[in-house]
């Protein structure tokens, strides 16, 4: 497309995506602890009105944020990805090569897709063929990323659209646009209030880029069936939360549970007396020291109330975060079922990711077996392992009790201390064929009796 083609495309794609990066911007943000409690403006007016009226009474502004958002993601990243996904193409020199390709960055890609689709809605991940002929991918934060889809029920990724801001070499802001599509890439840029002008590529004198990945090269991985992220399901319970901590770390720090009740006070006004209070550490009376003074009195600040409130807003939280509530108390000695119990809104969480992954890890193996030149349609089988707490004890048990009934293979990959069920029964072997039997005989061996 000419260069005003290309103006017209970055205008239609861009205007309506300011609502998608705010939502994004705002996952990340409580990613990162930094909630709304920081920016809240009923606090704001309040200490500006107390700044107004010079009262010393209300100095304290404490905004105290809690990571809930980042608990909530990180349990499902771990229970997801810790163990990254396996691919099995029922041919192991192919599985060979699917792995090599895949490279040891893949389990942190697998994370950092899980996460970025929970705080943003979708994660995207890039894939290209380097200068050496290597096949690299990597994820693209989602607000940079803006898709374009055919129209219809099944809808097809015809292109993206990546906006991000960059520096040139006077250290100058300049904002670069790049418009993928499945066989080129053109590239663009607008420095200030400038128009959008081309950006020719070092040593090529042109923008555009020709690519034989075969499709777009940028594979959308979703959060879930409405593409939003967590963050709205429980955003308003943080805000909440975070409220109460800080108004109550407020009222300790200001009212500090003392209040004075003056007589014949001889100072201009309270302001007065607490500055001389706060300054000298005392204060002059006036008139008849039988009728006049200072005395103190204590107030109890509500605590009961706000405990309980804690509590409530706590237990919902992960009741709508779809979590595992970390308290000890609620583990004990819990029994696999009970511990399966406990995790079952974390399943019906990280079930729903896991198949809008599966379309994504789909689309991603189809890159990769067009770069090794493989069948496109090849038959993958993708396995995804859990990581959770579990009851050792009660898992060895069942194994030891079903040595009879099922494979010594199925028991090794079940068996909580065995990470390499191939790895342990060739130790197993091994071990048998060293180990002599009490009459001197070793394991396996026939007498020919």
């Known amino acids: 497309m000419n260069l005003e083609q290309a103006k017209k495309f970055i205008k239609k794609h861009t205007d309506g995506h300011h609502?998608?990066?705010?939502?994004?911007?705002?996952?990340?943000?409580?990613?990162?602890n930094d909630n709304t409690i920081k920016r809240w403006p009923g606090m704001d007016e309040l200490r500006n009105k107390a700044a107004q009226q010079a009262?010393?009474?209300?100095?304290?502004?404490?905004r105290i944020p809690h990571n809930w958002h980042q608990l909530?993601?990180?349990?499902?990243?771990?229970?997801l990805f810790t163990f990254p996904p396996t691919f099995d193409a029922a041919d192991d020199a192919l599985n060979e090569r699917i792995t090599e390709v895949l490279g040891e960055s893949f389990q942190r890609e697998c994370k950092d897709l899980c996460a970025e689709a929970s705080n943003t809605g979708v994660a995207w991940l890039h894939c290209w063929v380097d200068d050496k002929g290597q096949f690299r991918y990597a994820d693209v934060p989602a607000a940079q990323i803006v898709p374009v889809y055919s129209g219809g029920i099944a809808e097809e990724l015809e292109a993206v659209?990546?906006?991000y801001k960059d520096r040139d070499d006077d250290a100058e802001e300049i904002t670069k646009y790049e418009i993928w599509t499945d066989r080129e890439a053109a590239f663009y840029q607008k420095r200030g209030e400038h128009d959008v002008d081309v950006m020719l590529l070092a040593d090529s004198g042109t923008n555009v880029i020709t690519h034989d990945m075969g499709y777009v090269p940028f594979i959308p991985f979703y959060n879930n069936g409405s593409r939003r992220g967590d963050l709205p399901m429980y955003k308003e319970l943080i805000?909440?939360?975070?409220?109460?901590?800080?108004?109550?770390?407020n009222d300790l720090q200001d009212i500090q549970e003392i209040i004075f009740v003056i007589r014949n006070y001889g100072g201009e006004d309270l302001n007065t007396f607490l500055t001389d209070l706060k300054q000298y550490k005392a204060i002059k009376v006036d008139g008849d020291t039988a009728a006049?003074?200072?005395?103190?009195?204590?107030?109890?600040?509500?605590?009961e109330a706000r405990v309980k409130f804690l509590e409530i807003l706590k237990r919902q939280i992960f009741i709508s975060g779809q979590g595992v509530d970390p308290d000890p108390q609620n583990f004990g000695n819990a029994s696999g079922v009970a511990l399966k119990y406990l995790y079952s809104l974390l399943e019906i969480k990280a079930g729903l990711l896991e198949t809008e992954f599966r379309a994504g890890f789909g689309q991603f193996l189809r890159l990769i077996f067009h770069y090794l030149g493989v069948a496109e349609d090849t038959k993958v089988t993708q396995t995804f392992i859990r990581n959770q707490i579990q009851n050792d004890l009660e898992t060895a048990q069942i194994a030891r009790d079903s040595a009879a009934i099922i494979s010594q293979k199925s028991i090794?990959?079940?068996?909580?201390w065995v990470e390499d069920a191939e790895m342990e029964q060739e130790q197993i072997e091994e071990d048998r064929a060293?180990?002599?039997?009490?009459?001197?005989?070793?394991?396996?061996?026939?007498?020919g009796e």
């Open 161 to 163: 659209l990546r906006v």
């Open 239 to 249: 805000d909440q939360y975070d409220l109460v901590v800080s108004g109550y770390a």
């Open 292 to 303: 006049g003074g200072v005395e103190t009195m204590r107030i109890e600040i509500p605590v």
């Open 19 to 32: 609502d998608f990066v705010a939502q994004a911007q705002a996952g990340q943000a409580y990613y990162l």
């Open 412 to 416: 090794l990959l079940n068996h909580p």
């Open 72 to 79: 909530l993601v990180n349990q499902k990243a771990a229970y």
């Open 434 to 447: 060293e180990k002599p039997d009490p009459y001197g005989q070793k394991v396996g061996e026939d007498d």
């Open 55 to 62: 009262n010393p009474l209300r100095n304290a502004d404490f």
